[in-house]
Nanobody, 129 residues
Framework: QPQLVESGGDLVQSGGSLRLSCAVS????????IGWFRQAPGKEREGVSC????????HYIDSVKGRFTISKDNAKNTVYLEMNSLKPEDTGVYYC??????????????????????WGQGTQVTVSS
């Protein structure tokens, strides 16, 4: 059974940086697209970024462009989300999810989150002002 485990969440001050990790097992990153999502208290879950199985198709929502970077290491079975210049509005529980296809787009992140079949438990990111 495919599994994903997020780590790296922490309490940081505005302007700080964090690197989240998503360790996967039960499947190969060579055949799955990975998405990062977040959910703030009282708000709906929103897509943040995704990376295709090849690693060449990468997308971000507008609010994190230029600040966040998604990457992966297939050999280590790990996907990363580097977050810089963090803002209080970045606060939330961050989840990674896997889709057994090679598709990655901002449209899917915003409107078709249901395509992701497997989800991690989440890691808390809190950015203080």
């Amino acid at each position: 059974q495919p599994q994903l485990v997020e780590s790296g969440g922490d309490l940081v001050q505005s302007g700080g940086s964090l690197r989240l990790s998503c360790a996967v097992s039960g499947f190969s990153l060579r055949h799955y697209s990975i998405g990062w999502f977040r959910q703030a208290p009282g708000k709906e879950r929103e897509g943040v970024s995704c990376i295709s199985n090849s690693g060449t198709n990468i997308h971000y929502i507008d609010s994190v462009k230029g600040r966040f970077t998604i990457s992966k290491d297939n050999a280590k079975n790990t996907v990363y989300l580097e977050m810089n210049s963090l803002k209080p509005e970045d606060t939330g529980v961050y989840y990674c999810a896997a889709d057994p296809s090679n598709y990655c787009s901002t449209y899917v992140l915003i409107h078709e989150q249901d395509v992701y079949d497997y989800w991690g438990q989440g890691t808390q990111v809190t950015v203080s002002s």
